[in-house]
């Protein structure tokens, strides 16, 4: 609190790929007389967001290193002037970030954050993602969502590559192809089939073949409290060990509908 002034100025940079020349980006060059100031200074006094900055090179590394521990850089081709900006960096790495920076650079790096990928979010917690993404989608379209059991066991339980980012955006494309095939007048309604057909088609043979038409609110969605998602898990482990019995699951069907409640 009170780092920043309510006016100052944020930059949102990825770098894509390790690239040699990114050292001009972040800290600008000087070069024939001609002066282009990098982020650190177009976001003089302000914050720059650096993703995936496990691609910066070496030397943009040790540079950043430098700035962070005294607040001062050069320009690329130029040495002679020293640079001086209050601009403050986060840095986010997909991996290990002990694996994707250099020591030099992690000693100056103040605060590391680690942020659990999603499938070491708790149950709850995950639900309480789908919530807040169905609610702004809600807001958004100015229509009620709501969707189907089948969809929702599939939002709780399908890897989405271990990426929040990943769940959002397969809830969104569903509920835009759910929204494209709904009534003016009446609610959206999503179901399996509205997901994309990547996710679709990797899901287990056993939810995609259970699609019902029993839908579920937001407001049914918030009451999932840990009572209520014991008595769900009871009920579809029980409901695998009947299809097994009636064998129309396999034993490895049996065993992955019972991991995946």
Not at 1 to 15: E, M, R, T, V
Not at 165 to 171: K, V
Request: proline share 2%.
């Amino acid at each position: 609190k009170g780092l920043l002034s309510s006016h100052a100025n944020f930059i949102n940079d990825q770098i894509s790929s390790i690239q040699e020349s990114y050292e001009e980006v972040l800290f600008g060059s000087c070069q024939k007389g001609v002066l282009l100031p990098g982020l650190l200074e177009k976001a003089a006094g302000g914050l720059v967001y650096l993703g995936d900055a496990g691609n910066m090179n070496m030397e943009c590394q040790r540079r950043l290193a430098s700035y962070i521990a005294k607040g001062t850089f050069t320009r690329v081709h130029d040495d002679s002037h020293i640079v001086r900006v209050k601009t403050r960096m986060v840095l986010g790495v997909e991996n290990d970030l002990h694996e994707q920076l250099y020591d030099e650079l992690l000693l100056n790096i103040p605060v590391v954050c680690e942020i659990p990928a999603l499938s070491k979010r708790p149950q709850g917690e995950r639900n309480d993602m789908i919530v807040s993404f169905l609610n702004k989608e809600t807001q958004a379209l100015k229509k009620e969502v709501q969707l189907s059991k089948a969809l929702y066991q599939a939002f709780m339980g399908y890897h989405f590559h271990d990426s929040i980012d990943d769940l959002n955006t397969n809830l969104r494309l569903a509920c835009a192809n759910a929204y494209a095939q709904s009534k003016k007048e009446e609610p959206i309604h999503m179901y399996l089939r509205h997901l994309p057909m990547a996710v679709f088609d990797d899901l287990e043979l056993s939810l995609r073949g259970k699609d019902s038409e029993e839908l579920m609110g937001v407001e049914d969605l918030k009451r999932q409290d840990g009572k209520h998602q014991i008595l769900q898990l009871y009920e579809q482990i029980l409901e695998a060990h009947q299809r097994y019995l009636e064998r129309t699951l396999d034993d490895t069907e049996w065993l992955n509908a019972g991991l995946s409640a």
